[in-house]
């Protein structure tokens, strides 16, 4: 489970990371990454209907983002504000595969050692 005081709640910060956010891509996941003078990390995800227009199935897959970062949250470095998108539009995605992504995009945008 992700703390409260690392989630990226606000419309405001979405789009803030959204425009100003360097971006990191992998086939099935990518960031948006902006770095902050705080020293807080705060991480959103974004999980659209083109994933599954179902929502029971777009909730499941952000519990699963959100588990896979709550794993990996004392690894990365704080002062970043970070947007998790899920890219595949399939609605069926690898947990396995999934998690191989996103510790390389997080070693990408230089966020774990």
């Known amino acids: 489970m992700l703390a409260r005081e690392h989630r990226l709640t606000e419309r405001s910060d979405f ?18 990454v902006l770095r902050t003078p705080t020293r807080n990390l705060r991480i959103g995800f974004s999980v ?12 499941r897959m952000r ?3 959100r588990a896979i970062m709550g794993e990996n949250i004392s690894r990365i470095h704080s002062g970043a504000d970070v947007i998790v998108i899920c890219r595949t539009r399939s609605g069926k995605i690898d ?9 390389k995009l997080l070693q990408k945008a230089r966020l774990t050692a």
């Open 15 to 32: 789009e803030r990371v959204y425009a100003q956010g360097a971006f990191f891509g992998a086939p099935d996941v990518a960031l948006k």
């Open 48 to 59: 659209g209907k083109q994933f599954s227009p179902q929502a029971v199935a777009r909730n």
């Open 63 to 65: 519990r699963v983002l």
């Open 95 to 103: 947990s396995k595969s999934l998690r191989s992504q996103l510790e």
